[in-house]
C-alpha cells in the first residue's frame, strides 16, 4: 500500500506561470518530507525539504507547503523555466526511512 | 567530493539467476540506501545499512539482500531474479545522522530480466 502518493503523474505549465506539484501521505508520525528533481539517466536530487514543525519552506523558485491535518504537501515553483522540466518525487518519513511517491512529470512549455 | 557511483550501470539477465549490484558512498558517508524504481510503483525503499549493520528494511521478499563493508561500500543482491525484478535500482548515501538527514544518490542499475 502507497503510504506517499502523487495523484498527478504529469502537469504542463507555460513557462514563467507557477507550477503546483501536489503529494499526500498517510502515515501521521511521517515528521520530516522532501522533494526531489529527476532527470532521465540520472539519479534524484534533493531540492528542497520541510520538518514537521513548519508550515513552509522557501527557497529560491521553490516552496514547500505542509499541511499536516491534511497530509498534504505541494512544492511551488514561480516562475517556471523550461529548465525545471523533469520528474519530481516527493518524499515522507522519519530517521533514515522514506517512502516516496510515484513521481510528477513536470513539463515547461517555451 | 566524488559523488555517488554504482557498478554496473546496465543488466540484462534471465528468470532464476542472481545478480549483485554494488554502490560506493560518498566519501564521509556511512549510510546506504536501496531503492527500486519502478514505473507504476515509483521509489520503493528496500534498505538502509548504516556501519555494516541493516538499520531499516523495506517490504521486499528475502530474494532482496544486502550488505554494507567495513569502507561503507555496499552491495544488494537478487537471487532467482523474476521478470517483475526488471527496474531501475537506486542507492542513496548520506551521513546516518536522523531527522534533517538528506539522501544523495546515485546513477542507478538498470536491470532488465528476461
Known amino acids: 500500500d502507497q503510504q506517499v502518493k502523487q495523484n498527478s503523474p504529469s502537469l504542463s505549465v507555460q513557462e514563467g506561470r507557477i507550477s503546483i506539484l501536489n503529494c499526500d501521505y498517510t502515515?501521521?508520525?511521517?515528521?520530516?518530507f522532501l522533494w526531489y528533481k529527476k532527470y532521465p539517466a540520472e539519479g534524484p536530487t534533493f531540492l528542497i525539504s520541510i520538518s514537521s514543525i513548519k508550515d513552509k519552506n522557501e527557497d529560491g523558485r521553490f516552496t514547500v507547503f505542509l499541511n499536516k491535518s491534511a497530509k498534504h504537501l505541494s512544492l511551488h515553483i514561480v516562475p517556471s523555466q523550461p529548465g525545471d522540466s523533469a520528474v519530481y518525487f516527493c518524499?515522507?518519513?522519519?530517521?533514515?526511512?522514506?517512502?516516496f511517491g510515484t513521481g510528477t512529470s513536470l513539463t515547461v512549455i517555451p | 567530493k566524488a559523488g555517488v557511483t554504482q557498478t554496473p550501470r546496465y543488466l540484462i539477465k534471465t528468470r532464476g539467476q542472481q545478480v549483485t549490484l554494488s554502490c560506493s558512498p560518498i566519501s564521509g558517508h556511512r549510510s546506504v540506501s536501496w531503492y527500486q524504481q519502478t514505473p507504476g510503483q515509483g521509489l520503493q525503499f528496500l534498505f538502509e545499512y548504516f556501519s555494516e549493520t541493516q538499520r531499516n528494511k523495506g517490504n521486499f521478499p528475502g530474494r532482496f539482500s544486502g550488505r554494507q563493508f567495513s569502507n561503507s561500500r555496499s552491495e544488494m543482491n537478487v537471487s532467482t531474479l523474476e521478470l517483475g525484478d526488471s527496474a531501475l535500482y537506486l542507492c542513496?548515501?548520506?551521513?546516518?545522522?536522523?531527522?534533517?538527514?538528506?539522501?544523495?544518490f546515485g546513477p542507478g542499475t538498470r536491470l532488465l530480466v528476461l
Open positions: 502515515n501521521s508520525m511521517f515528521d520530516y
Open positions: 542513496a548515501s548520506g551521513t546516518g545522522g536522523f531527522t534533517g538527514e538528506t539522501q544523495y
Open positions: 518524499a515522507a518519513g522519519s530517521g533514515n526511512q522514506f517512502y
